[in-house]
């Protein structure tokens, strides 16, 4: 069993940081890679940053240079949202594309799911 647990979501203005949290737990053998989506009402859910077990990041074009992804040793990813704008308001979730045993093919973990809101 393995679970992806979330924080840090809310409400903040525009112009306004937060930093978003997300701890793997459980049956893991190895993370290939971590990353975070978000779904505005209305609208696909989208890739907004990832990074690798080597460190190698990635991000959608709308979120460059403003917010970053990083990792600590222990299974958790964050995500720092810096300037942001009201079209960043979104259900943010975290993944993760892992193995619970030697033998497994990777397969993709999705968090519950996190509010960000950015409203004046």
């Known amino acids: 069993q393995v679970q992806l647990v979330e924080s840090g979501g809310g409400l903040v203005q525009p112009g306004g940081s937060l930093r978003l949290s997300c701890a793997a737990s459980g049956s893991i053998f190895s993370i290939n890679a971590m990353g975070w989506y978000r779904q505005a009402p209305g609208k696909e859910r989208e890739s907004v940053a990832r990074i690798t077990t080597g460190s190698s990041t990635d991000y959608t074009d709308s979120v460059k240079g403003r917010f970053t992804i990083s990792r600590d040793a222990k299974n958790t990813w964050y995500l720092q949202m810096n300037s942001l704008k009201p079209e960043d308001t979104a259900v943010y979730y975290c993944?993760?594309?892992?193995?619970?045993?030697?033998?497994?093919?990777?397969?993709?973990?999705w968090g519950q799911g996190t509010q960000v809101t950015v409203s004046s």
């Open positions: 993944n993760a594309n892992l193995r619970t045993r030697p033998s497994d093919y990777s397969r993709s973990y």
